[in-house]
């Protein structure tokens, strides 16, 4: 046992003991022979504290001269291999919910870009670089033209749906996947548009601050302080960024120069864009990213669109394929052939007409004259298409198939209320714990606050008011009650602005962290809040039963409660540490977090008022009616201190947002839905719509007016999982 946590056990064993024994001797014997009986008893328990703390002292002393340091390659090494394992094991999910090789890829070719204006020297970017080709259906070959790269750094272009993120994932993959070499850098995929490059101009500065809240396993003890920095320093990560494109063109000019500007020569990265605004970028940015590859995809063929769609058919398909082969390859249906000419085409097709297996006669009418009519008429019928074609299974190891039936109109109402949402708010991130933030105007955020202080002030108030009145009479018991409907509504009301902009947090309760926080506050600082919060606590509590004898019982009380609020402090953490986090996760988390420390201090709190009132007062059922308001109290209170009130404020956005028809009461049950029907995706904690022209598809649309609130249907039709 390290002197460190010897010398707390001997504090905490002098208060603690000290305290009982001094309630104690109090109740039985009064207080004149309590003090003499407690002067004894305290020299006694004093002398063995001191001895075990001296005791720690020299042990602490013992183990730093004896103990040997962690050998720091061993500990970067060892969190390097964790952060892989997380990293593959979340994408190959993600993957397998997008059905990337199910039956098998979508064939995209992908070459360098004749346009040399984007792109540095070839003699920069690397020897074989003409070479540089390979298909979406042959990853093995990709990476390896990719590891050919002098400094392996590529930007992966393409049109809106055109599969740039999905071969960022199919590399990844490849990357991160058996018979990975383990000297080769951790690929991890990140939106580009969390990095402000005002607050972090240095990418590996930004990443240090995202990565342990995407995979927070590297907060673990074992992976010493900071591991996120130390993999970025010894250039152990290989940064994917998705996105340039999503975020405003004066950040996209930023981003550019800042990976110009920061990045040393053997520093790694992949970057995905839409072709044009990735050109405008880098002409307004006046260069080009150095030594840097850029690929774009070619067109689909015909022959490849008609070979990938009959592998997703069965082998006698219900309706009739014919006219749909032929309107690709004849250009009487330019339309079809535009549009089957990209990846998100080919996805649209497959998820609204072969996974229900509908009549595709729609492919080859009027609507197939025009890509963007065509393309408009998918998106339309998306959303009722994925939700008849897999219905609902409560088999856990079925994760492709919803938990429950929801109405595919009020599904398309509420998908259409979070892009609107989104849109306005300018980024393509939906993360949970923003949606009061989005949603709740900043004038109405007073009202909110003050009728939180409100309520809760009254259910304590009025049940000090109704317990007291008993032993008191009905003037203290409303005197009191006001008092502390005032006093708790002002605070609790204080708290809750707040709420609005924290994060998600949990209960870490490893019994080594736990410990190694606790040793990080001074004793004496510990025992000083202590001690100010007893007082306090006792001279409200003498106020009512006498000074002396509040004193002392008030005292007990407020060491205890303040103990008690700092072991759960202590235990409150910002983010996971054993996996990586998922949206689903990190709520649940939070929710269990705040649920903990609600009750935790209710009932330790409830438990020691109301004994402290049975003891002193001794009114008939003081223990229950002491219970009672302690209780009420501690709920209070466990709910207005900490850090992390992320589901209390999502809390009062949904039931808000619920009223009004906008979403369904069970949100989160919604959204972890709408993502295993692979119209949303995760990155990290936040969801985004799958493609991004999914969003703005929606965005478009009309506010759905109010509608009933039934979420649940029977399916109209049955299918294959895609």
């Known amino acids: 046992m390290s002197g460190r946590v010897l010398k707390w056990a001997g504090f905490i064993v002098f208060i603690t003991t000290m305290s009982a024994m001094g309630l104690y001797l109090f109740t039985r014997d009064g207080l004149d022979v309590a003090d003499q009986s407690a002067s004894v008893i305290g020299a006694f328990i004093g002398l063995s504290s001191l001895a075990l703390t001296l005791y720690g002292i020299l042990a602490d002393r013992r183990a730093r001269s004896t103990s040997p340091a962690a050998d720091p390659k061993e500990t970067i090494s060892a969190a390097k291999k964790a952060l892989n394992g997380l990293v593959f094991q979340q994408w190959r999910t993600e993957a397998a919910i997008r059905s990337l090789d199910d039956p098998e890829p979508i064939p995209i070719s992908w070459h360098l870009v004749d346009d040399v204006g984007v792109m540095d020297h070839p003699r920069l970017v690397g020897e074989h670089l003409l070479t540089f080709r390979g298909s979406s259906d042959q990853i093995p070959g990709l990476a390896q033209a990719f590891r050919k790269l002098r400094r392996r750094r590529l930007v992966i272009t393409g049109g809106p749906g055109s599969g740039k993120t999905t071969l960022a994932i199919q590399l990844l993959l490849h990357l991160a996947g058996p018979g990975r070499d383990a000297a080769d850098p951790v690929p991890v995929l990140v939106p580009v548009n969390g990095w402000d490059t005002a607050t972090h101009p240095r990418l590996h500065d930004w990443l240090a601050t995202r990565l342990p809240s995407d995979y927070p396993a590297l907060t673990a003890p074992q992976f010493g302080t900071d591991a996120a920095k130390a993999l970025l320093d010894h250039g152990h990560i290989l940064p994917i960024l998705d996105g340039l494109d999503e975020i405003p063109p004066p950040a996209r000019i930023a981003v550019i120069s800042a990976l110009n500007r920061w990045l040393a020569s053997g520093d790694q990265f992949i970057l995905t864009s839409r072709t044009t605004e990735y050109g405008q970028a880098v002409k307004q940015a006046g260069d080009v990213l150095t030594a840097t590859a850029v690929i774009a995809p070619a067109a689909i063929t015909p022959d490849d669109a008609e070979t990938y769609l009959r592998t997703t058919l069965p082998p006698t398909p219900r309706h009739d394929w014919t006219p749909i082969w032929a309107g690709l390859h004849d250009g009487s249906r330019p339309g079809l052939s535009r549009l089957a000419e990209t990846a998100l085409g080919l996805w649209l097709i497959r998820a609204v007409y072969i996974t229900p297996a509908a009549d595709p006669a729609a492919l080859t009418g009027a609507l197939a004259q025009q890509e963007t009519t065509l393309r408009t008429h998918l998106f339309d019928h998306l959303i009722p298409a994925v939700i008849d074609g897999r219905p609902p299974s409560s088999d856990p190891a079925d994760h492709f198939r919803p938990r429950t039936a929801w109405n595919p109109?009020?599904?398309?109402?509420?998908?259409?209320?979070?892009?609107?949402?989104?849109?306005?708010?300018?980024?393509?991130?939906?993360?949970?714990?923003?949606?009061?933030?989005?949603?709740?105007?900043h004038t109405e955020h007073r009202r909110i606050t003050w009728q939180a202080g409100l309520l809760s002030g009254l259910m304590v108030g009025l049940t000090f008011g109704l317990t007291f009145r008993l032993a008191f009479g009905l003037a203290f018991g409303l005197a009191g009650g006001v008092g502390l409907v005032v006093g708790v509504g002002v605070v609790f009301g204080a708290r809750v602005g707040g709420w609005f902009s924290e994060t998600p947090g949990y209960a870490d309760l490893h019994l080594a962290g736990f410990i190694k926080r606790g040793l990080t506050v001074k004793p004496a600082d510990w025992f000083l809040t202590m001690l100010l919060s007893g007082l306090m606590f006792g001279l409200a509590f003498g106020l009512v039963v006498g000074l002396v004898v509040g004193l002392v019982v008030g005292l007990v009380v407020g060491l205890v409660v303040e103990f008690t609020r700092r072991m759960i402090e202590w235990a409150e953490q910002p983010v996971s540490s054993t996996v990586a986090t998922a949206?689903?996760?990190?709520?649940?988390?939070?929710?269990?977090?705040?649920?903990?420390?609600?009750?935790?201090?209710?009932?330790?709190?409830?438990?020691?008022?109301?004994?402290?009132?049975?003891?002193?007062?001794?009114?008939?059922?003081?223990?229950?009616?002491?219970?009672?308001?302690?209780?009420?109290?501690?709920?209070?209170?466990?709910?207005?201190?900490?850090?992390?009130?992320?589901?209390?404020?999502?809390?009062?956005?949904?039931?808000?947002?619920?009223?009004?028809?906008?979403?369904?009461?069970?949100?989160?049950?919604?959204?972890?839905?709408?993502?295993?029907?692979?119209?949303?995706?995760?990155?990290?904690?936040?969801?985004?719509?799958?493609?991004?022209?999914?969003?703005?598809?929606?965005?478009?649309?009309?506010?759905?007016?109010?509608?009933p609130t039934g979420t649940a249907t029977t399916p109209r039709s049955t299918g294959n999982a895609i």
């Open 409 to 441: 109109d009020r599904a398309r109402d509420h998908l259409t209320y979070l892009a609107r949402m989104l849109q306005d708010h300018d980024t393509y991130d939906l993360a949970w714990w923003h949606l009061a933030q989005h949603t709740i105007p």
């Open 583 to 707: 949206p689903l996760t990190s709520w649940k988390a939070d929710r269990t977090l705040t649920l903990l420390r609600a009750i935790t201090f209710g009932l330790v709190f409830g438990l020691t008022f109301g004994l402290a009132v049975r003891l002193t007062v001794g009114l008939a059922g003081g223990l229950a009616g002491g219970l009672t308001v302690g209780l009420t109290f501690g709920l209070a209170g466990g709910l207005t201190f900490g850090n992390h009130h992320a589901w209390l404020a999502y809390t009062i956005a949904v039931r808000r947002l619920a009223r009004k028809k906008h979403l369904p009461r069970k949100l989160m049950a919604f959204l972890d839905d709408a993502h295993r029907l692979g119209l949303l995706r995760t990155v990290g904690p936040i969801y985004q719509f799958r493609h991004a022209e999914l969003q703005d598809h929606l965005a478009a649309l009309p506010l759905p007016s109010s509608k």
